[in-house]
């Protein structure tokens, strides 16, 4: 069994504590990293990808019966036009190709295959959306009972696709970061594993997004990651993925890592421009990219942390700028939903300030497809014709 360290003091754990963070400064912890992780050659990325890369997870019993394929999502390199004069390569990550449409698949089974092992029969996850429709498919899949709970005043629309699978869903009132701590506490009183945004075993299932980036870019780090960020797990995640070759000596560097947000919830961007350790709590916020409207990210310290220990940034857009690339991607191919979009619009906002340097390659994290939030599109103008049949003739002319 891999020990848990603090991810700012160091301090180390045999077993996860009771809140899940270090009992001594009450920050995320996480997997010791690995050291002498292998790509296993032998199984190749489509077939799965915890087979490929088992070998950086070996506290895990890897049940491929519990998995629903998820991983192994392309990366496309698309045309913006403004990055060719500088050489700039930007590549598109699309976590809406994952089995409930977006990365969380990649935590949910990490974290659902660590419940398992220790015994559990229940999982559970507080969510706004994607991790709970998620943990609901996974917990299906694996035959384990999912208890969600949800915001009080989330949008109908959402209920749906999360219920479906089946599992316990409760409303609940009141603030949500009381909301994820409690959901912890009264998890290990009831045998409810709860896996949770930030949660270490979730974290562990992200590292697989940069692998596949590095395998994806022919062995290469790419100079820079941009991941929209809400709660801060996935770009641990996908940092540590970065650590983790590099420790293990496959990759010779890391790449510089960025965090976007949307200016109506930007805690992460404020706590970094003003050179602040901590981040803190917004009273009032609002965005339309709701994936990542958490005002009290759980894992922000950290991710300020990694940010600093490279050169990183945080960015923020506006909510114009979330919108016009989403239609950016649209016209590239590939519809997601308004928060995904920020790591593109941060893209162009750098590359507008001429802080991405010359000849790098950029991959934006595209975080979840735009079909799990539909009602976005009506922040577009969609054009539509009509006429009658006969009339067609002289229409497509
Ligand atoms: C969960 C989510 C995020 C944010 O991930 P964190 O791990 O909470 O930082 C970003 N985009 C989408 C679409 C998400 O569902
Ligand atoms: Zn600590």
């Known amino acids: 069994m891999n020990k848990l360290v603090c991810t700012n003091c160091n301090e180390l754990y045999n ?11 009450d920050e995320p912890l996480e997997v010791e990293a690995i050291t002498d992780g292998k790509i296993a050659d032998d199984f190749p990325m489509e077939n799965g990808i915890f087979n490929r890369y088992a070998s950086f997870f070996p506290f895990l019993d890897l049940d491929k019966a519990v998995s629903l394929g998820e991983g192994a999502t392309p990366l496309v390199q698309i ?8 050489g700039i390569k930007l590549y598109i990550k699309n976590e809406g190709m994952n089995p409930t449409w977006s990365f969380k698949d990649r935590g949910t089974l990490t974290g659902l295959l660590h419940a398992k092992a220790k015994g559990y029969k229940k999982i559970g996850t507080v969510s706004t959306g994607n991790m709970a429709a998620s943990v609901a498919a996974y917990a299906a899949r694996a035959g384990l009972q999912a208890t969600i709970l949800v915001k009080e005043e989330m949008a109908e629309e959402k209920i749906g696709p999360i219920g479906i699978y089946g599992p316990r869903l ?23 594993y709860f896996i949770n945004s930030d949660a270490p075993y979730r974290v562990e299932g992200y590292k697989t ?6 395998e994806q870019l022919g ?64 009273n009032e916020f609002g965005t339309i990219a709701h994936a990542i409207e958490n005002p009290y990210p759980p894992s922000g310290n950290q991710v300020l942390r990694l940010i600093r220990k490279n050169g990183g940034m945080a960015v923020d857009v506006e909510e114009e700028d979330i919108i016009g690339h989403q239609r950016i991607l649209a016209k590239a191919g590939i519809f997601v939903q308004p928060a995904s979009a920020t ?55």
Request: glycine share 8%.
């Open 170 to 192: 409760i409303r609940v009132k009141g603030n949500y970061r009381t909301l994820y701590s409690e959901s912890i506490r009264l998890g290990k009183e009831n045998d409810i």
């Open 209 to 214: 997004t940069a692998f596949e980036i590095f």
């Open 15 to 25: 077993e996860e504590t009771e809140t899940g963070r270090c009992s001594s400064c």
């Open 219 to 282: 062995g290469k780090v790419p100079d820079y990651v941009i991941v929209p960020t809400s709660a801060g797990g996935n770009f641990r995640g996908i940092e540590k993925g970065f650590r983790e070759l590099y420790f293990s000596g496959i990759s010779s560097r890391m790449p510089t890592f960025i965090a976007s947000q949307a200016k109506g919830c930007n805690p992460i961007v404020r706590a970094f421009e003003s050179g602040s350790e901590e981040v803190q709590q917004l």
């Open 343 to 397: 790591s593109l619009a941060a893209a162009y906002k750098l590359m507008a300030e001429g802080k991405i340097d010359s000849n790098s390659e950029v991959v934006c994290i595209a975080t979840a497809s735009g079909l799990k939030f539909t009602e976005s599109l009506k922040h577009h103008t969609i054009p539509v014709e009509s006429c009658n049949i006969e009339e067609l003739e002289k229409r497509l002319r």
């Open 79 to 86: 045309d913006y036009g403004i990055e060719d004069a500088k």
